[in-house]
């Protein structure tokens, strides 16, 4: 737990990764708990570049006043890292994910890729924003029960914590709508789902994103030293970025070739079959000196 300790301090001590292609907001003070209630500790907060979509800005502050959703990401931290011995599967990855989320939505807004909730249902590129960012809280919210299945399980624990979140801000139809586009992103992030949505695909291509400095999706042994262990220290930076020939360009840079593991393990089979690869293209280098090259680039879309 100490490491995860240090990474949940890591994130919250930046105020920018811009270097990374993407911006981490910077601490906006304290948020007020609810009377009855403990302040949530500074790590466990939520910060979205969300000034500019007022929708968005009403729901984060409901994320971060929620006790309840904060004990459920403790929960699947739980099972996560202490009983299973995987990666952080906490408000930690949360936040991150929800960042990227919003992030590669926002660049396939910019250069005119249409949200499934605009095309099918009439509703806006800000309340897509919306989607992908409850998507992303609330993916492994399943997690707090069992690994095992645990995206389908993530269905019923999200719903209700829907209806909490979204009942202030939308009506009955456009807040169904809003559940329905939400809970199928959550469904279809496994590497096996079949997204229908844009946001959807979003989803899933950003929990994968969530590999830097080790911080892996992909569960291996504790202390254990093997291909999945080597492979995602090896990971040392993902950006997020616009690209030239596609919308989003993703760039990973590896101090080893051991990481190239690590992304096809885990972009390529999330980038695979999510509804974005005319939009996205991955490109993976080697920069460490010491490494013996094996490759210097490898493309993906």
């Not at 993916?139 to 979204?166: N, T």
């Not at 139809?173 to 979003?202: F, K, Q």
């Amino acid at each position: 737990m100490e490491a995860l300790d240090q990474e949940q301090e890591r994130v919250v001590a930046t105020e920018e990764q811009s270097a990374e292609g993407f911006d981490l907001p910077a601490p906006a003070g304290a948020v007020v708990a609810p009377p009855g209630t403990a302040p949530l500790a500074p790590a466990e907060l939520i910060r979205l570049p969300a000034r500019h979509n007022p929708v968005l800005r009403q729901v984060l502050a409901a994320v971060n006043a929620d006790e309840d959703l904060h004990a459920i990401w403790r929960c699947q931290n739980v099972n996560a890292v202490d009983r299973l011995g995987m990666s952080d599967h906490g408000p930690v990855h949360m936040h991150i994910v929800a960042n990227m989320a919003l992030r590669l939505i926002r660049l396939l807004a910019a250069r005119d890729v249409e949200s499934s909730i605009v095309r099918d249902h009439g509703l806006t590129s800000l309340d897509a924003e919306v989607i992908v960012v409850l998507g992303a809280l609330l993916h492994d919210a399943g997690m707090s029960i069992h690994r095992d299945d645990h995206e389908a399980m993530s269905l019923f624990v999200a719903l209700p914590k829907l209806q909490e979140l979204l009942g202030p801000v939308y009506g009955p139809a456009e807040r169904r709508v809003m559940i329905s586009e939400t809970l199928h992103a959550i469904i279809t992030h496994r590497s096996g789902g079949r997204p229908l949505t844009l946001e959807a695909g979003v989803v899933r291509l950003a929990d994968a994103l969530d590999m830097s400095q080790g911080r892996s999706r992909i569960a291996f042994t504790a202390g254990h030293v093997n291909i999945h262990s080597v492979s995602a220290a090896a990971i040392e930076r993902v950006g997020i970025v616009a690209g030239e020939t596609k919308p989003v360009r993703i760039e990973i840079h590896m101090s080893n070739a051991a990481g190239v593991f690590q992304v096809d393990e885990l972009l390529r089979d999330k980038l695979k079959g999510s509804g974005l690869e005319p939009h996205v293209e991955a490109v993976a280098e080697v920069t460490g000196e010491s490494d013996r090259r094996l490759f210097e680039t490898l493309r993906y879309g």
